[in-house]
């Protein structure tokens, strides 16, 4: 009888605690995306430009996706930046599927940048 009450002392002690932790641990939002487009820089150093789906899940979606490409002209050195859509590459990719471990920062495109401007042109082609 004394065990089965230091049981349920120790069931319930454990189930304070258990409920303790859960409501200290912080509660992550997603973050709220407010523009058209947005910047997603990778672990490994890749930017993309794109619609980004569901930030606060394991594997956010990335759609409409474009990415800088840098070409150096041999006489003049002078680097040419274009924006590349994706989806020309043999696979056609029409979407990216993230891993959100490998999203180092996600910043918002503004809709009268650079960028969003050739977005645009791009689209309206």
């Keep these: 009888m004394i065990r089965d009450g230091l049981f349920a ?26 523009t058209d487009y947005q910047l ?27 990415y800088i490409q840098s070409q150096a002209d041999p006489n003049t050195k002078s680097v040419k930046n274009s924006l590349i859509k994706r989806g020309k590459e ?9 891993n959100a471990r490998q999203i180092v920062l996600i910043e918002p495109v503004k809709a009268t940048s ?6 645009k042109g791009y689209t309206g082609r």
């Excluded at 605690?17 to 939002?29: E, G, M, N, W």
């Excluded at 997603?40 to 474009?66: C, D, E, I, M």
């Excluded at 043999?90 to 993230?98: A, C, F, G, K, Y």
């Excluded at 650079?114 to 977005?119: E, G, K, M, Y």
Aim: aromatic fraction near 12%.
């Design 90 to 98: 043999w696979h056609e990719p029409d979407v990216m599927i993230l």
């Design 40 to 66: 997603v820089l990778l672990a490994n150093g890749q930017t993309f430009f794109g619609k980004l789906q569901n930030p606060g899940s394991p594997y956010p979606v990335l759609t409409n996706v474009f």
């Design 114 to 119: 650079t960028v969003a401007n050739l977005i």
């Design 9 to 34: 002392c120790i069931g319930a002690a454990c189930g304070f605690l258990a409920a303790l932790l859960l409501f200290q641990l912080p509660h992550y939002k997603a973050p709220r995306l407010t």
